[in-house]
């Protein structure tokens, strides 16, 4: 049997384990990436390891989530990475110059390498070949600092790209496909690979949009092969040498086959609250719209641009929709604004708004109450547009212009206008000046600290006897949205005790407060949850800031990859349900009690949950190396390690 080329790059970057599904491994990381709402609090860990300089062959800190600056603390913020990047060898790119994942593609992604990412839509990278992976700032954090990252070997399934999308269907229309079939839930532990005629149809950014969205799939990541028409888009971006082949062997091994035929792709749109919740944009047709908004990490290319410009050169957007536009990266809005597209898009009455994730994540945009907002991004969970009423469906480039232009939902293909052909540029527009590159005399940095940036808090070695009270019972699918809200709340990533008053704010608002008092009382905090606890994005303040309020254990009946590890990580015991049915053995207020923890992980056996107010009892599981065994008795990751060094 041949190699598939999932394991062709893990097995180049294997350094501990063999490439088992199902059992730990550890990968070589040669290039990472972070944003500034989870890059504080990753460089204040990497600065807490005491390593001289980054390992990495290439680390780069991005700002592009946070640039309101609406007080001092973002502006505190940006300074504090712009100069911790400089002393320690870091890349520094600026606001303004692009959303992280964007930029990365255009400018330092490369095919065969591995990125660990602080951003859950790390996989971005993967349409360039990359195993890009989103992880939690404290491994990379490690990575950085040259330690292998962890992960559970996964399975490889593959999808079979054939024929060619038919026009006004794109890349967003294959992943939404690929959402209905495969859902949010149930693919923890697998990574997609891309292969079949159809891959050689579909340029670097758009195979970039199908593998950005791998992150709400909940894969560890998914991988394009590199070929021609990835050589071609290093070439236009003056980096051909940066190219090299890629391809699975013929007879590779693949867990599980999905054939997709690009030509039966039709325009999709998720509808709220979930990414999987697909329809088809013929069956939504004529639902009044209030706000269109293109762009975040997901749509936001030059190709998308062009696209978006192309549909509305010489009209008007409909009088009602309040209509705007992100272009991705600084290199996107200086070629349209060179050529003239972006003209064309300000004449039909569009707000250009600033190239960072914006209203992706809540910071500006919030649309008005009950709202319908069409938006080209990847989420769409309830509140997270930063109104709780408002509806939001996710959709292709095109089929928000239709949206646009006709005020209400329309299939892009009833315009009744030509489908624009958009191309490669031969070239793109190069200026890497917004990129600050690290001090070439590290000593000389002093590293700034404003009033905003507080210490990362110490998580305390797991008690013999977690003994407390369910402080909140959640249903399914919770995600970190709702673990940890973003939005207007991004200003205090770098302050956890501020920060932690708001979590679990939208699901209940007493919540904080009552687990700080219980902390404070010396009762410990038990979280229980549904299935797929943890879904979205990669912040490790879902798992910090319940550390500090106390929490101690979250008991699931299943957990998402990135947010399992970031409890981990945080001295937070992940568990399940032996039986799923034992979810109803304890609600919110019971007293629980959960003996023998050392003894047990140890031992590796299961634990048992006690309710002290209602007399009954659940066994639980949890799915635990014993690397990770040992870093949750040590009470964290960054105990763990200094215990071993
Ligand atoms: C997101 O899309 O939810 C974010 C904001 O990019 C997060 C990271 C964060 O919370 O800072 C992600 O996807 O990991
Ligand atoms: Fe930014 Fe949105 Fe992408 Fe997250 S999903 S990185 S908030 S654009």
Known sequence: MGKNLVYKILGSHLVEGKLEPGTEIAIRIDQTLTQDATGTMTYLQFEAMDVPRIKTELSVSYVDHNTLQDGFENADDHRYLQTVAARYGIHYSKAGNGICHQVHLERFGRPGKTLLGSDSHTPTGG?????????????????????????????????????????????????????????????????????????????????????????????????????EVTRAFLKAQRRESDWAALAADIDADYHRVIELDLAAVEPMMAKPHSPDNIATVKELAGTKVDQVMVGSCTNSSYRDLMIVASLLKGRRVFPDVSFGVAPGSRQVLEMIARNGALADIISAGARVLESTCGFCIGAGQAPKTGAVSIRTSNRNFEGRSGTKSAKVFLASPESAVAAALAGGILDPRDLGIPYPEIGLPEQFWVDDSMVLPPAKDPLSVTVFRGPNIGDPPAAEPLPETISGVVAIKVGDKITTDHIMPAGSRLKYRSNIPKYAEFVFEGVDAAFSKKALENKKAGVHNVVIAGASYGQGSSREHAAICPMYLGVKAVIAKSFERIHAANLINFGILPLTFANEADYEVAGAGDRVEIGEIKAALQAGKDLLLKNVTKGKTAALKYALSSRQREILLAGGLLNYTRFRS
């Open 127 to 227: 349409g360039i070949g990359m195993i890009a992976i989103g992880a939690g700032g404290l491994d990379v954090a490690v990575a950085m600092g040259g330690g292998p990252f962890y992960l559970t070997c996964p399975k490889v399934a593959k999808v079979n790209l054939t024929n060619r999308l038919k026009p006004w269907v794109s890349a967003k229309d294959v992943i939404l496909s690929i959402l209905k079939m495969l859902t949010t839930k149930g693919n923890v532990g697998t990574v997609i690979e891309y292969g079949g005629d159809g891959v050689k149809t579909l340029s670097v950014p758009e195979r970039a949009t199908i593998t950005n969205m791998g992150a709400e799939l909940g894969v560890t990541t998914s991988v394009f092969p590199s070929d």
